[in-house]
């Protein structure tokens, strides 16, 4: 199944770091995919307060 993620680097306290991974382990995900899904949580949470976020065109973010 292809996906059109894209992976990225991520520096984190020490401290932030193991609460995070502690948490993906008791909802039984993997770290990356508990960062993944407070990430969409925080976009979803926000859009709802202050409305969509406008993306750029494909065009415009490669300039």
């Given at each position: 199944m292809a996906t059109n993620k894209i992976q990225t680097g991520l520096r984190l306290h020490e401290a932030t770091y193991e609460k995070a991974r502690i948490l993906s382990t008791r909802?039984?995900?993997s770290l990356n995919n508990f960062i993944e899904y407070i990430v969409q949580r925080y976009i979803e949470d926000y859009e709802n307060k202050?409305?969509?976020i406008q993306l750029p065109e494909q065009n415009e973010?490669?300039?």
């Open positions: 909802e039984q995900r202050n409305g969509p973010a490669t300039v």
